[in-house]
């Protein structure tokens, strides 16, 4: 059974498993032909005379999969309600084809949001690696939450 | 006719209009589906229960739409070789439906890197505007590109 949570069910230090995302040549370049066109997102040929060395993903849709991890194993099974921003994303080394990528969340702050009363913000640090555990990517990305008692 | 640029071409102060993006539910509620499925992202009923108060782009939609007009207006037309990542991007308002946003980008840094010759980075803020001139997004952004006397 998943649990549902709160802005009270996040402390300091918890992490959290976000699973593995297999990533495909095709979903590069589909994602790369809408919203970021450059060549050494479109082909293997263009990657390889570029500076990535191959066709590499998007960060953007790196970061897109990364949301999608994130929903799938945290979000829709809690109380939030939205994002003010992020903070210091780090594209560390190319998505490829191929590569099986291991999300997790670890949460190193949060606070009650005096602004807005029954809201609380919880602040994580993601970070994306290899299955030969290689540093993929890394985020910090503040998350607004619901309180238990008001969001029951 | 446009002008292809290199590093040497950008200056601290300088600004790009980057155009305007009409902007679609059916393309909300796509991207949504695929990387950012909250409800607030996928229906206007949901949204209208939400703290977003009707159906709402996700945030990273809003980002990629960025990336798309940036590499129409000024990426696909330069020496660009890709990103080490991202600084303080901030969700100021929700974008819905039928938003015309226009996007535009400042200069705030150059600098020449010195680990990889031949090569510098710029940094950017980018601002996304409603037709009235609301903020509705801004984000730093540092890109790299080959300089005139190696990129040629």
């Known amino acids: 059974m998943s649990t549902f949570r ?3 069910d996040f402390t300091v ?15 590069i370049i589909a994602f790369a032909r809408e919203f970021d066109p450059q060549p ?9 005379q570029s ?12 970061i897109a999969m990364l949301m999608r991890q994130l929903c799938d194993g945290l979000l829709l099974a ?22 099986r990528l291991k ?6 702050d949060t606070r009650i949001l005096k602004s807005r009363p029954g809201l609380g913000i919880v602040r994580f640090v993601f970070t994306i690696a290899r ?7 890394t985020q910090e990305n503040a998350i607004m939450f619901g ?3 008001t969001a029951a």
Do not use: N, Y
């Open 6 to 8: 709160h802005f009270e």
């Open 13 to 27: 230090g918890q992490r959290f498993d976000l699973g593995e995302k297999h990533v495909t040549a095709e979903e």
């Open 40 to 48: 050494f997102h479109l082909s293997e040929e263009a990657g390889k």
């Open 51 to 62: 500076m990535l060395g191959g066709l590499a993903a998007s960060g953007w849709h790196t």
């Open 78 to 99: 809690s109380s939030c309600v939205g994002s003010p921003g992020v903070d210091k994303v780090r594209w560390i080394s190319p998505v490829r084809p191929g590569d």
């Open 103 to 108: 999300m997790s969340a670890e949460v190193i």
């Open 131 to 137: 299955a030969d555990d290689t540093q993929v990517m």
């Open 147 to 149: 309180c238990r008692e």
